[in-house]
């Protein structure tokens, strides 16, 4: 069974619950993070819980929501080892997956309808990291994380 952690700031918090629910029917292990309410609080804190549960093989994949979902990634991203990625859409979900293999998927609390969110979280979930080229360049990636810049 594919583990996954989730979290959201107050903007994501009913967003979250829903794909929460939209996850376990699918079949998925599903470890809530946070935030528990929609009070008031800082997204980074819940991006960290989530970034940590995938890197520590806690969970296979991360999903975080914020209210455009930009900020969750620009968090997550800065846990060695995450390759978080703002997807709006199918399409950009799929390709998140297929030519940059996220293992975290952040998505808008606001600006997508539930239908819209849960499609694009279905494309990202059902799609496949693609080898190849792709595979080189997540190598490279993966050398500039465990690189410590001044």
């Not at 709006?88 to 606001?110: D, F, I, K, S, Y």
């Not at 694009?120 to 792709?134: F, I, M, S």
Request: charge should be positive; aromatic fraction near 6%; charged fraction near 30%.
């Amino acid at each position: 069974m594919i583990r996954i952690a989730l979290g959201s700031d107050h903007a994501g918090f009913r967003r979250k619950q829903i794909l929460r629910d939209f996850l376990v029917k699918r079949g998925y292990q599903v470890a809530d993070l946070g935030c528990p309410n929609e009070e008031r609080c800082d997204y980074p804190d819940y991006a960290r819980r989530v970034a940590d549960a995938v890197v520590r093989h806690r969970a296979d994949k991360g999903v975080l929501v914020c209210g455009t979902g930009i900020g969750m990634a620009i968090a997550a991203n800065k846990v060695r080892g995450i390759r978080a990625a703002v997807c709006w859409n199918p399409l950009t979900a799929r390709m998140a997956t297929e030519h940059n293999w996220a293992n975290v998927v952040c998505v808008p609390g606001r600006l997508l309808t539930d239908t819209q969110v849960k499609a694009t979280l279905k494309a990202y979930l059902d799609a496949t990291p693609e080898p190849g080229r792709h595979k080189r360049r997540i190598d490279k990636i993966t050398r500039l994380d465990k690189r410590r810049c001044p």
